[in-house]
């Protein structure tokens, strides 16, 4: 089956190797339909990792997309590639290259949505961080919140899903927000 012809689940878990040093305990749990965004940020294990979260991928019913590294989606068979902000310019033509990919990206202003053409070749935007988060990038940023994710959601004419300090405590605020799904990193925490 193509993966681009299946919508993106409404939930992903995002790697990180500090945080989730060991992403495919977490993935053993996911039920049926989430998604995973592999972020391997040049971890030395990335190839052997990826096989692994790609095999569990096809055994639990999961979507796997691969972060801002092509030849290890390619390599793996994954439904796709993540790509950062700095890499939106590149979208059109991977999308012209790999239309069988699932294309996403990360978002972090108004600016750069507003700027993606309708040739973008995504499948989805990422906005972050909605809430205080912990994640490198979002350090020294201000939190969006839910009045300016709504703002995103208004004018994308993708399907936008949040990241960013994403909890139990605090999903229930983004109810109407126009959201397609949430990401996170930190809410997949395996109790020992």
């Not at 012809?5 to 939930?11: I, K």
């Not at 390599?75 to 310019?89: F, K, M, P």
């Amino acid at each position: 089956m193509n993966p681009i012809s299946t919508p993106l689940p409404s939930l992903f878990f995002i790697t990180d190797p500090e945080r989730t040093p060991h992403p495919e305990d977490v993935a053993a749990h996911l039920p049926t339909g989430c998604g995973i965004i592999y972020r391997h940020f040049g971890d030395s294990h990335a190839p052997q990792r990826a096989r692994l979260l790609k095999r569990l991928s096809l055994e639990r019913g999961l979507t796997l997309l691969i972060g801002e590294d092509l030849a290890l989606a390619l390599e793996v068979g994954a439904d796709g590639l993540h790509l950062r902000e700095a890499s939106l310019g590149l979208a059109p033509d991977l999308h012209a290259r790999h239309p069988h990919l699932h294309l996403t990206a990360a978002c972090h202003s108004l600016d750069s949505l507003r700027h993606l053409g309708d040739d973008s070749g995504l499948s989805a935007v990422f906005v972050s961080p909605i809430f205080q988060s912990r994640s490198a990038s979002a350090q020294g940023v201000g939190a969006i919140g839910v009045k300016g994710i709504r703002r995103f959601t208004e004018i994308s004419a993708l399907p936008v899903y949040g990241l960013g300090g994403i909890t139990c405590d605090t999903i229930a605020s983004l109810r109407d927000c126009g959201l397609s799904g949430i990401g996170a990193v930190d809410a997949f925490n395996l109790i020992d």
